[in-house]
């Protein structure tokens, strides 16, 4: 990766000669990567990175914060893959997996991702806090229920009613039936089950541009969620 990575930035001066040298030789004796370090010690910055990454090697330059993974795309790899890789799937287009990467010269990741999806990678640059950020916003929800639906039985008082006003015992439910909702509904239960717990009067949901705001008035006082 570094016999990839290294001539490049020399190539776009975001390094010189010397500098390279001592951040290969610190990787060597670290027994990390050369982007591990040039990252966490803060040698060079993200976008920069980023930016060099999308003009010199012509991938797109994809900011996940306005254009985020598709949910289908996310269920095609594992968690510990795409953090270990520091990558997030985007969308699935036909037989082709649309990658977003930190460090898209690291030729392993787009092979194990290629591996486990069983599609055809096609990367795009994104920085390793967007990554992270979108690897957040996309799996720790997943985490969040299945957690919640593995502990609901020692609540024993928790119960969905539907709109027909048919009462559905979690007790009694399939996990992984329920674990397979989509995303957003199982925000949606996260977000009632916690207002229950804390015994709130109102549920705020604010949406903003990019975002969005939930907070839950417990005794009055409208607190951030």
């Known amino acids: 990766m570094s016999k990839k990575l290294g001539p490049l930035l020399l190539q776009t001066g975001i390094l010189n000669q010397q500098e390279l040298e001592d951040s290969l030789e610190q990787a060597r004796r670290r027994n990390k990567s050369l982007w591990d370090i040039l990252i966490d010690e803060k040698r060079v910055s993200e976008e920069a990175l980023a930016e060099t990454f999308s003009k010199w090697l012509k991938l ?6 306005t254009a985020p993974p598709e949910p289908e795309a996310i269920k095609t790899i594992r968690e510990d893959l795409a953090r270990r890789h520091l990558v997030v799937p985007v969308r699935v287009d036909g037989k082709s997996l649309v990658l977003a990467m930190a460090n898209p010269t690291d030729f392993e990741a787009m092979q194990d991702v290629q591996f486990a999806a069983g599609l055809n990678v096609r990367p795009v640059v994104a920085s390793r806090t967007e990554i992270l950020d979108a690897l957040d916003e996309q799996y720790a929800p997943e985490q969040k229920m299945e957690d919640f639906l593995a502990n609901v ?23 992984r039936s329920a674990a397979e909702l989509p995303p957003v509904v199982k925000m949606c239960n996260l977000v009632i ?7 709130a009067s109102d ?9 969005v705001q939930v907070r839950l008035r ?3 006082v409208l607190r951030d969620y």
């Open 60 to 65: 797109p330059r994809l900011r996940l914060a």
């Open 218 to 220: 417990v005794d009055g």
């Open 193 to 199: 089950h916690d207002a229950i717990r804390t015994q």
């Open 153 to 175: 039985s020692e609540a024993g008082d928790f119960r969905i009613v539907a709109a027909e006003k048919e009462e559905v015992d979690l007790d009694k439910m399939d996990s």
């Open 203 to 211: 549920i705020h949901i604010e949406p903003a541009l990019n975002s």
